[in-house]
């Protein structure tokens, strides 16, 4: 592989920082978890950045920023690179930039915490509970592995917004530092209306230094698998619970049979491949209520609680086999499996469950995710798919849209495309201003590149770096 | 006043308890806040205890019900006396157990707090406040002054039933410990589907002598009043801030104008009588939200926020204008004011409430409160009801009912007519075996004395004292 002069030029202007060498450790740290989806794993999987930079602190941002802005090399920034929507692979190579060092906790208080980008969500929430029994409000199932910026710069929601809402919603972020890729970059602090600018849009147009969160107490969550043997029973009992306003809870999550039977080797022998699972996480001080409301199902019955089981070997955080881990599960059980990102909408969500499932059952299992939004209690689907061909997924993205229920495509890398195929304008106007060469991660805003694109068809990044 | 041989026989056979002594503290000691009510004013007035007992611990308590069973004494117990239906009321005389000796808090935990019902609510919160920054998730506006054996003996909700629902809701009580008046007393201890049977039962089957309650964490809400020109903005602000997921809220009334002129007189200055009045508390790490949400409403203005403003004397708690201090600073300046207590479910809740106001301001002025029930914000409507007669506050309660809107009476002294008007078949089931002789409270439970009644007009009890 031969780097461009220009490239060349910024990696030896930045030869004092901390620059990754090693060839296959180049090629790790230009991968994210794109392959989840068959498409993006056919157009992505030979991306690869000509150098790996990791800055120790916001002024060595800065300086990569402006080292790259002068040499005109793009720069993607990523965390721990565990996003499935391709956001953190380098479309053009050019420079990653991987925030890996920037882990630090800068203040703690009653309901909020400041810390850096790069600090995993776990060593979070380990400082967090360790200074006041504090957590983050919610977190993506790679909660293990993947870093709060990149769940703000790609993420929506995950474990805790069945009662916090997502991320977008107001109050659930509370600050962003973001530096800006100029001739000289600038440092910004935005709040309130400007946070939409920069959060979610995969560090497009201006990189977070430093983030303010909200908090949550942190409790030993009781965490459980529930079984039925009716899905819409399943669904109905994660609906109800999360309407119970004194239950506090922090995950409710449902897997279609035979998923659980099939794809989660630790419950073999706990499930049938009868068996709809709901996976719950559950406030200690709410296990009175939640098991009198359990005690009105006997439709429902309780197969694994943290707190009190006779298991031989533990099925591992109950959280890591919802939200995106359930695909991954799959996945390694049967490699044709992808996904789909649904939101199925108040008031409508049950019915729209049930008309999907009975339109695609079992080439599309459900899988669902208790959400808040508006205030209500509706469904995020990460379905699983039995994957064929590009055109009979895009036929069945096309189906649920037609019946109401919105898809945030899994299966692009663009912004716009996984999300509501509209153009950010807020997220656009301000590339305009933070990133005028339009270098940080390029090929991911459609708006910047093609203003005139039809979401005809999937869109193609013209200058995206061609397979060998 | 004589007192019965059987009363003094009891009082003499307890005479080794804490036994008030002075007269006029026993009169005070035999009323309540009944007389927000003027048709339970015209009915109450004169009822009086034969002798008012303190006990100091369980073991008293269980004394008093066994003494006072032996001698067929009734006993009507109380906390602080600060509810305003009648509950506490003694309708035949005989004792008053009054539980201001029972302050102990056993166990706080994570979540969880262990306590004796005669603490009152401010010192439950500041003995959580102190041991872990937490805080019980609802309370009366009566917080400084009543105590929380009387809030789950007769209360529905308060201060933070915005984001926990009310107290009967699944997870909003752990446990009840209870005694019984039988020959010989059991104490029992009750959770689950068991706790129906004497929360809110105004003490009439059973003696609560310990309480588990969840905690939250206590922040140092800012306290707000906000000012709206028109009521329906206001009514969607405090109904659109409630459905914000990730902005956490403790409060959020609704004073129809010109209520808040008229009534609160520390709003002098500050309001005019075209101003509709918002009071709210919101957690500090959310501000940034609320700001942001507050910006996106020109029509609604902040008059008043505890953490910044230049207001020469300060208007207090802010909760202290919400729930039945409303209806307390309206009866202050207008002794002809009573309220209504009414349910205006979602999804209707709004719609009801214009079509109320549209009937009758402004002799019923609206004070909403927002609730979540079953998941979904709505409102407590304590409405502010100029009284005229008696048949026309029954008329206003019965064009209410026919609209849809329940309505929770408070101007009946009996559970039922207070409540949904049926009988709680849990609570006389226990009733029947926790005080077979009927002493307990006597003339509060209809289904106890009356089976057969049809609710056709208000239940007048027998057996209550004649005024002399």
Same mark, same amino acid.
């Given at each position: 592989?031969?780097?461009?002069?220009?490239?060349?030029?910024?990696?030896?202007?930045?030869?004092?920082?901390?620059? $990754?060498?090693? $060839?296959?450790?180049?090629?790790?740290?230009?991968?994210?978890?794109?392959?989840?989806?068959?498409?993006?794993?056919?157009?992505?999987?030979?991306?690869?950045?000509?150098?790996?930079?990791?800055?120790?602190?916001?002024?060595?941002?800065?300086?990569?920023?402006?080292?790259? &802005?002068?040499?005109?090399?793009?720069?993607?920034?990523?965390?721990?690179?565990?996003?499935?929507?391709?956001?953190?692979?380098?479309?053009?190579?050019?420079?990653?930039?991987?925030?890996?060092?920037?882990?630090?906790?800068?203040?703690?208080?009653?309901?909020?915490?400041?810390? $850096?980008?790069?600090?995993? !969500?776990?060593?979070?929430?380990?400082?967090? /509970?360790?200074?006041?029994?504090?957590?983050?409000?919610?977190?993506?199932?790679?909660?293990?592995?993947?870093?709060?910026?990149?769940?703000?710069?790609?993420?929506?929601?995950?474990?805790?917004?069945?009662?916090?809402?997502?991320?977008?919603?107001?109050?659930?972020?509370?600050?962003?530092?973001?530096?800006?890729?100029?001739?000289?970059?600038?440092?910004?602090?935005? *709040?309130?209306?400007?946070?939409?600018?920069?959060?979610?849009?995969?560090?497009?147009?201006?990189?977070?230094?430093?983030?303010?969160?909200?908090?949550?107490?942190?409790?030993?969550?009781?965490?459980?698998?529930?079984?039925?043997?009716?899905?819409?029973?399943?669904?109905?009992?994660?609906?109800?619970?999360?309407?119970?306003?004194?239950?506090?809870? /922090?995950?409710?999550?449902?897997?279609?049979?035979?998923?659980?039977?099939?794809?989660?080797?630790?419950?073999?022998?706990?499930?049938?491949?009868?068996?709809?699972?709901?996976?719950?996480?559950?406030?200690?001080?709410?296990?009175?209520?939640?098991?009198?409301?359990?005690?009105?199902?006997?439709?429902?019955?309780?197969? &694994? *609680?943290?707190?009190?089981?006779?298991?031989?070997?533990?099925?591992?955080?109950?959280?890591?086999?919802?939200?995106?881990?359930?695909?991954?599960?799959?996945?390694?059980?049967?490699?044709?499996?992808?996904?789909?990102?649904?939101?199925?909408?108040?008031?409508?969500?049950?019915?729209?469950?049930?008309?999907?499932?009975? $339109?695609?059952?079992?080439?599309? !299992?459900?899988?669902?995710?208790?959400?808040?939004?508006?205030?209500?209690?509706?469904?995020?689907?990460?379905? !699983?798919?039995?994957?064929?061909?590009?055109?009979?997924?895009?036929?069945?993205?096309?189906?649920?849209?037609?019946?109401?229920?919105?898809?945030?495509?899994?299966?692009?890398?663009?912004?716009?495309?996984?999300?509501?195929?509209?153009?950010?304008?807020?997220?656009?106007?301000?590339?305009?201003?933070?990133?005028?060469?339009?270098?940080?991660?390029?090929?991911?805003?459609?708006?910047?590149?093609?203003?005139?694109?039809?979401?005809?068809?999937?869109?193609? &990044?013209?200058?995206?770096?061609?397979?060998?």
């Amino acid at each position: 592989m031969t780097m461009p002069d220009n490239v060349a030029a910024a990696k030896a202007a930045l030869a004092h920082l901390d620059i $990754e060498q090693n $060839e296959n450790a180049i090629k790790s740290k230009s991968r994210d978890f794109f392959w989840y989806s068959p498409v993006l794993k056919a157009r992505m999987d030979h991306l690869v950045a000509d150098f790996v930079v990791s800055p120790r602190n916001e002024a060595e941002v800065i300086e990569v920023l402006r080292i790259c &802005y002068a040499h005109d090399v793009p720069v993607t920034t990523r965390g721990a690179g565990t996003g499935n929507y391709g956001q953190a692979m380098p479309m053009r190579g050019g420079c990653v930039m991987h925030l890996r060092h920037m882990t630090g906790v800068k203040e703690i208080a009653p309901g909020r915490v400041i810390c $850096e980008p790069g600090i995993l !969500l776990k060593d979070l929430d380990a400082a967090c /509970k360790a200074d006041s029994g504090q957590e983050i409000r919610m977190f993506s199932s790679t909660w293990a592995t993947a870093t709060i910026g990149g769940f703000i710069a790609g993420g929506s929601g995950g474990v805790g917004s069945c009662t916090w809402g997502s991320l977008r919603d107001l109050g659930n972020i509370i600050r962003l530092r973001v530096v800006t890729m100029e001739e000289e970059p600038r440092v910004l602090e935005f *709040r309130g209306e400007e946070l939409a600018r920069v959060s979610h849009a995969y560090g497009t147009n201006g990189i977070i230094t430093e983030i303010e969160m909200p908090l949550a107490p942190a409790y030993d969550w009781v965490e459980m698998f529930v079984a039925c043997e009716d899905f819409m029973d399943a669904a109905r009992f994660a609906e109800e619970l999360a309407n119970e306003d004194g239950i506090l809870i /922090k995950l409710a999550s449902v897997y279609e049979a035979p998923a659980p039977f099939d794809y989660f080797q630790r419950l073999k022998g706990h499930v049938t491949d009868k068996d709809t699972v709901i996976g719950l996480m559950v406030a200690p001080h709410s296990m009175d209520g939640f098991e009198t409301f359990l005690g009105r199902r006997p439709q429902a019955r309780v197969i &694994y *609680r943290s707190d009190d089981n006779d298991w031989a070997r533990g099925p591992g955080p109950v959280f890591e086999y919802g939200w995106n881990h359930t695909t991954l599960r799959a996945l390694k059980v049967d490699p044709s499996i992808t996904y789909l990102q649904v939101r199925y909408g108040f008031p409508e969500h049950l019915n729209l469950v049930e008309k999907m499932r009975d $339109e695609f059952s079992p080439e599309v !299992l459900q899988h669902l995710e208790v959400l808040r939004e508006n205030g209500k209690v509706m469904f995020a689907g990460l379905s !699983l798919v039995k994957f064929t061909t590009e055109a009979r997924l895009d036929e069945i993205v096309r189906i649920h849209e037609e019946a109401g229920a919105m898809i945030f495509n899994p299966h692009r890398y663009t912004l716009e495309e996984g999300g509501r195929q509209t153009v950010d304008d807020r997220q656009l106007a301000f590339k305009r201003e933070a990133d005028p060469k339009g270098l940080l991660n390029p090929g991911k805003m459609i708006a910047w590149d093609d203003p005139d694109f039809d979401f005809s068809e999937m869109y193609a &990044y013209p200058k995206m770096t061609a397979a060998e």
